[in-house]
């Protein structure tokens, strides 16, 4: 670390202060998010040792995912077998949870299709109509809606144009979001989802019969 720090210029330990206290702040870097973000992401690529001595000090470590061009801080947790990282965590509320996951299932199913640019573009209808399929749609109104937006943009997960409510209004999805949530936490989601949309129809069903059931009485 400090034979890398001798050697570097006075522009490049500057980028090196600045892109810690990014990492520290926002959790993800995306290369193709803008070009500050490409060069950040290069500069970690090419000094990825000297970031991950300097933060190991306070028990971080970076990741570099090279095929989707995401840099991410973990941090190290010590177990009986020796030692493993995950991303940094941060409790979400239902209704978070809810929009992430959406925004996770959008983003794999855009991809599966094979829309590989560098930024996936949805609009919000994408998102509500996503999440009328949980059967969820009702939990987020706009107000809270913008807050979620706003808090994912923060930990670059996704970037908004526009302002929400207008036409023009996009969400751009980053592949960032992969690695926002273990696939445990989101099986959980989906599991849970199903057995509301189960309940659901099951309330439908009922209804219908009930409606019938008035239908065939006779009056007096």
């Not at 980028?15 to 193709?32: E, I, K, M």
């Not at 803008?34 to 000094?47: A, C, K, L, M, V």
């Not at 929400?164 to 989802?193: C, H, K, N, T, W």
Request: aromatic share 10%; proline share 0%.
């Amino acid at each position: 670390m400090m034979e890398s720090w001798e050697n570097w210029t006075s522009g490049e330990r500057e980028l090196f202060q600045s892109t810690c206290r990014r990492l520290l702040r926002h959790t993800f870097l995306v290369r193709d998010q803008d070009e500050d973000s490409r060069t950040r992401y290069f500069f970690i690529s090419r000094t990825l040792d000297a970031f991950n001595e300097y933060l190991g000090y306070i028990g971080f470590e970076v990741r570099l995912d090279r095929e989707n061009g995401v840099a991410m801080l973990r941090s190290a947790v010590s177990t009986g077998e020796g030692a493993r990282s995950r991303t940094g965590h941060l409790n979400l509320k239902k209704a978070e949870s809810l929009v992430l996951c959406c925004l996770w299932t959008l983003y794999a199913d855009r991809v599966r299709s094979g829309s590989l640019k560098k930024g996936l573009v949805i609009r919000m209808g994408d998102l509500r109509l996503e999440m009328e399929k949980y059967g969820m749609k009702e939990l987020v109104d706009k107000s809270a809606m913008q807050g979620i937006l706003n808090l994912f943009s923060r930990y670059h997960l996704i970037d908004q144009k526009g302002r929400m409510g207008e036409e023009q209004f996009q969400i751009i999805l980053y592949p960032s979001l992969q690695f926002a949530m273990d696939e445990d936490a989101f099986l959980r989601f989906v599991e849970a989802a199903d057995s509301r949309m189960r309940e659901k129809q099951r309330d439908a069903e009922e209804d219908e019969d009930e409606d019938e059931g008035e239908e065939e009485g006779g009056s007096l």
